[in-house]
Every structure is written in structure tokens, then in C-alpha cells.
């Protein structure tokens, strides 16, 4: 398991990274990480292209502010996702261009912004549904999420973005990656891709255990 420097440098790559190849811009966006005594997250209003690891939030098992600058008003998000999935590690959210666009011109459905349309898409990232807008940190998100945190890898917030979540920070945004290529490969096709079918979709499952 990653020590609290291990992760505050891993939260730092991830989001210079991030930043750096356009999935976020100026002070928009965070991550965060699971501790045992509690998590680290991004401070509020922090480009995530400049993050310092000395000044990433850290808050207690109870959500109090122990460290660091004061932490992002999504965190009651982050806390849901980890309250409600053992297995989350880290989580990742940007306000990515074609997952944006996606939510404002129209997703596939509400359950499924995305249809199926390439073997990683459903191997990697799976369901993701639509959040309908809520101001940013609204608790009433959160509680959405928090019935969800245990059965997809992410959400599409309309016109924020996505958070996606998995067992690190760099899988969150490994996964995130793969979710706005696909957004940006369904718009530069027009929507007119057909899907991939029953057969393909079975033969992911029982090769990849893949969740779709």
C-alpha cells in the first residue's frame, strides 16, 4: 500500500498530467485518495497543473480539515464514493471538453451516456450515467452518487464533467482517458456508430470480466 508522500506525489503526476494534455483547465476540477485515517484531496480552487504535494488537503475519518490548504468543495462527493465503495482507491474529476459537450447537446441515455462502441470502452470504464445538473458541491449529487458508488466506475455530472473512481488515483484517470476518447470518437462520428452487439459484448464478459 502507497504511503501518504507516495500519494500526495501520485495526486500531484496525475493532475500535472491531466492538465497538461487539455482534460482540464485553470482551477477546475480535483482528485482525491483514500488514507487509513482518512482521505487527501485537492485543494479548492487548485489548478491541478500546479499542485504542490506539501499543500494537498488531508481530512480526518469524521471529514475534519487536519492539513494542507483548505480541501475541494466536492468533497462531500469523494466521501460518498469511498463511504460506499470498499474497493475505491482514488477518484478523479474534470471538466473534460467532449464529456462537457456531450452533456449539453445529449447523452445516449440516462443510464448509459455512452453507448458500447469499442471493446475498452466496456472493458475499462462500463456504465456510466448522467447526474442532471446540480450547482457545484451540491450535497443533493453526493447523495446521488452514493447509491451508485458501488455498482459503475464513474458519472457523467451534466455540464461539470465526469468523476471516476477505482483502485488509485492513475486507474481513476486512466479510466477517465478512455471515457473522453470515446465521447470525443462518438462526436467526431456524429453519433452514427453502431454498437457493439450481444455476441461481442458476452465474449468481453467471460474473457475480460468485463462489467456491461
Known amino acids: 500500500m502507497s504511503t501518504e508522500s507516495q500519494l500526495r506525489e501520485e495526486i500531484c503526476r496525475t493532475g500535472r498530467s491531466l492538465y497538461q494534455r487539455g482534460y482540464t483547465v485553470g482551477s477546475a476540477g480535483n482528485i482525491s485518495a483514500r488514507l487509513a485515517d482518512g482521505w487527501l484531496i485537492t485543494p479548492t480552487d487548485a489548478c491541478l497543473g500546479e499542485l504542490d504535494p506539501a499543500r ?3 481530512v480526518d475519518l469524521g471529514g475534519n480539515w487536519v492539513a494542507g490548504d483548505k480541501p475541494s468543495k466536492t468533497l462531500a462527493l469523494h466521501r460518498m464514493v469511498y463511504d460506499n ?3 475505491a482507491q482514488g477518484v478523479v474529476h ?12 445529449g447523452v445516449w441515455s440516462q443510464d448509459d451516456v455512452l453507448p458500447p462502441i469499442t471493446p475498452y470502452y466496456v472493458m475499462k470504464v462500463g456504465h456510466i450515467p448522467l447526474i442532471s445538473y446540480r450547482r457545484p458541491g451540491a450535497p443533493e449529487v453526493a447523495a446521488q452518487v452514493s447509491k451508485l458508488a458501488n455498482r459503475v466506475r464513474g458519472v457523467l455530472l451534466e455540464r461539470l464533467g465526469p468523476v471516476v ?3 488509485s488515483v492513475s486507474k481513476a484517470a486512466y479510466a477517465l482517458e478512455e471515457l473522453e476518447e470515446t465521447a ?3 462526436h467526431l462520428a ?3 456508430v453502431t454498437p457493439l452487439d ?3 459484448l458476452q465474449e468481453l464478459r467471460e474473457v475480460f470480466n468485463a462489467r456491461w
Open 56 to 58: 494537498i488537503a488531508k
Open 85 to 87: 465503495n470498499p474497493e
Open 94 to 105: 474534470t471538466h473534460s471538453t467532449y464529456l462537457v459537450n456531450l452533456s449539453i447537446r
Open 165 to 167: 473512481w477505482e483502485s
Open 184 to 186: 470525443k470518437l462518438w
Open 190 to 192: 456524429g453519433g452514427n
Open 198 to 200: 450481444d455476441t461481442a
